[in-house]
């Protein structure tokens, strides 16, 4: 996913707004290992949930992507503290190596790592098993499924989101476990906002063959701008094309480039990702 650039000017007349139940996450054990978490998922007794910082408390960099970091042993190290903070054995915390595709994979304690190569999208039904995926600047969403006991964790940049993958994990779920639209809660992790996130046009034709030109995913450039995708927007409205009702769909509301420090890209090339992730107590 190519790095945002802020923007302030330009507006839609009539943008997209969020209903006033969707409140920002809150952050806990802010003195040992800082984690997110949202309202009505962490009320539910049933699962444990989370969203990562990109630093401790001591400001020290909390990276969890091999891909970021040159470090190993400190990515090894981080993983193992965040599957410690959540009760988990250290080989029950499963992170998929990320392509922006649309592979899905159904996690079982018997799951290795090659298996989840190329992967974007986890879920399970089996309990003492993590599921999390990385993000930058791309979507991370969480999925419960409080009827049928299934859990599920998405990656979904603009290549995914255009594909649909969060679309196919349901239906991956509904096929898998029977989830319904109606038995479903939903949180959308921070990710770059519509007005932080600058696209070009393959982007601005992919949106509009995958949704329509009259979805309002994007804010139309002036003449000398870039047209501005709503990523949160178009996770909302797979949601809701599937029956998760609004008030069942929590998000963070937390971009990763405008004035957020604890999830903002660093500045330098390679950014640090953070994880989001989810499991069935």
Known sequence: MKAPVSRSKSADPTPFTLPPYHQPMKRINPQTLPLWQFDQLAAEPGIRHFVSERSTPNEEEFTLSYSSSPDREAVRSNRRQLAVALGLAEDRLYFPSQVHQTRIVAVSSQTTAAELQETDALITQERGIGLAVLSADCVPILLYDRRHGAVGAVHSGWRGTVARILEKTLLEMQARFGTRGEDLLAGIGPSVCQEAYEVG????????????????????????????LDLWKANVLQLEAFGVPQQQIELAKLCTVQNNARFSRPAREIADRFAAGIQLR
């Open 201 to 228: 046009q393959e982007v601005v034709q992919a949106v509009e063959e995958a949704f329509g030109s009259q979805s309002r995913l994007l804010l139309l450039p002036q003449p000398d701008e870039k047209a501005r």
